[in-house]
């Protein structure tokens, strides 16, 4: 019999696509993907969301790691929006720096990552005194040391040698800690503040050049949050992505990623926490595109057999952040006596903490959530020293006593752990992108090794900054260009 010409024909099967890691980098990228017409499976060893989540104390969902993004550009308000999500400023309660005993100040405003966009404003000279504020002035008059301009060079360094010490270690280095978890002499000034350099060879002063970047920002509030949390985020994405027929499987480590024979990549995965005595369940996927979407270090590991040009420009290991969450009953805190919250000067031999967020002052949402007289504080160790370093690993039960003896000297309003009606600590290991110096010269290598590769695509904090504004925007960007 002859063949119908209307005799059906078999669809041609969809590409597949892999996405390993399910922080925004990884979720962004698998709708990026299944709107292109992939068959995506995103796997993460944990919940989707990597450092963006929830927790629930005293019936509060509260944000566990990112509760806002930088409004510098609209990547994030964008996706939001896409996903039905309100987006919310914070109050306009200051951010204040404890310098010391008894020293709190409201942070000089117009500046960068700490550096003051004015050296001679009065908040700069209150917070440094009178000779380290004359020493920052110099800044504005003193000619730029031709070695600060080439080559590689720390932000601990530039700021150093054209502000002094003192305005470098009251200013600086406790914003610039809060954010990366590291002493600004390890970080360089390139990967952490593009442009900056740039801007300070144009003007001739650190503060001017500050200034600049600050003003080429949007006017408005430097950050926003989401109605209900940034988790929310995470959850509308999951939802997105489950309406699009994305498969997310939980708990699956991506163990080991090769070349395919026939082309694309093999994906060999293990689900399940292995117990003592049981077996991982263990799967193998072949997919035609990978997206690697985990931390800088897991990235190139898993890319050593298929990529091995990556493997000499391995980047250090993340920094990590331990946060100790307190839900009290403490009515004085309703005037926010310490606006949104505070930064720590490390050398405060009073507390341990590095910075405190005054949850419950800085989000409206929440302050209605909590209602009258409940508050939400959230104090962040580092290991920016040893000692520091041993408290953010020592026990919960420790931590959180020194949650509480921290959050009543910073916020100058007496209480105890019988004020306390839950905490809990959650631990952030190796979250936080080293940027060392030399890192944004080892980041261009790493990405003229991954133009040659055109079926993968490696993103995530670590190659393009930490913060949810860099990691969207970049995201969408490299999934764009590279599969269109
Ligand atoms: C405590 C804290 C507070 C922060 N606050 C803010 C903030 O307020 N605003 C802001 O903009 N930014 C903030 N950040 C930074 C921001 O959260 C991150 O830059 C961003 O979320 C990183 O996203 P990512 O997808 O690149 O990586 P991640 O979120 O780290 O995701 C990587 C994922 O890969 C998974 N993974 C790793 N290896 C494997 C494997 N072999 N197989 C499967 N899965 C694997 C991990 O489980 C993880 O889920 C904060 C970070 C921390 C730690």
Request: proline share 7%.
């Amino acid at each position: 019999m002859p063949q119908s010409n209307s005799s059906p024909v078999a669809p041609s099967p969809r590409p597949v696509a892999a996405v390993v890691g399910a922080g925004v980098a990884g979720l962004v990228s698998a709708r990026e993907l299944a709107l292109l017409g992939y068959a995506v499976t995103v796997f993460d060893a944990a919940a989707p969301g990597g450092r963006v989540g929830s927790h629930t104390l005293d019936g509060l969902v509260l944000d566990a790691g990112a509760e806002s993004f930088a409004t510098r550009t609209p990547a994030v308000a964008d996706l939001a929006a896409e996903l039905g999500l309100t987006v919310v400023a914070p109050t306009q309660s200051p951010a204040w720096l404890h310098a010391g005993p008894g020293r709190d100040l409201p942070l000089p405003k117009t500046g960068l990552l700490g550096i003051p966009g004015d050296p001679t404003a009065t908040e700069v000279v209150n917070a440094l005194g009178a000779d380290a504020a004359a020493r920052a002035a110099e800044d504005l008059t003193t000619a730029v040391d031709p070695s600060l301009l080439d080559g590689p060079v720390t932000l601990g360094r530039l700021v150093r040698e054209r502000l002094g010490d003192v305005a470098l270690e009251t200013l600086v280095t406790p914003v610039v800690s809060g954010v990366h978890s590291a002493d600004p002499d390890r970080l360089d000034a390139d990967a952490i503040a593009p442009g900056l350099r740039e801007a300070l060879a144009e003007t001739g002063s650190l503060c001017k050049a500050a200034a600049a970047l600050r003003a080429a920002a949007p006017a408005g509030s430097a950050v926003a949050g989401v109605e209900g949390g940034m988790h929310r985020l995470v959850e509308a994405l999951v939802e997105d992505l489950e309406r699009r027929g994305v498969h997310l499987p939980v708990g699956t480590e991506v163990t080991a990623v090769s070349r395919g024979e026939h082309g694309g990549f093999v994906v060999d995965h293990a689900t399940g926490h292995r117990p003592s005595g049981t077996e991982a369940a263990a799967g193998r996927l072949q997919a035609d595109r990978l997206v690697i979407a985990t931390e800088g270090p897991a990235a190139v590991d898993l890319l050593s057999t298929a990529v091995p040009a990556l493997a000499a420009l391995r980047p250090d290991e993340g920094a990590g952040v331990s946060l100790v969450t307190l839900v009290v009953d403490v009515p004085e805190l309703d005037d926010a006596p310490r606006g949104s919250g505070l930064l720590v000067a490390p050398g405060s031999e009073d507390v341990a903490a590095k910075a405190l967020t005054h949850a419950t002052a800085k989000w409206p949402w929440l302050q209605r959530e909590a209602g009258p007289g409940r508050h939400v504080v959230r104090l962040s160790y580092g290991r920016l020293t040893d000692e520091a370093a041993r408290l953010a690993d020592s026990d919960d039960q420790t931590l959180i006593s020194a949650g509480i003896k921290d959050a009543a000297t910073l916020l100058g309003v007496e209480f105890t752990a019988a004020d306390v009606l839950a905490s809990d600590v959650v631990r952030h290991g190796g979250a936080l992108p080293m940027a060392t110096p030399g890192h944004r010269q080892r980041l261009q290598q790493i990405a003229r090794v991954l133009d040659a590769e055109e079926d993968l695509d490696v993103v995530g904090a670590w190659r393009v900054g930490t913060g949810l504004t860099a990691v969207v925007g970049s995201t969408r960007k490299s999934l764009r260009v590279s599969v269109s």
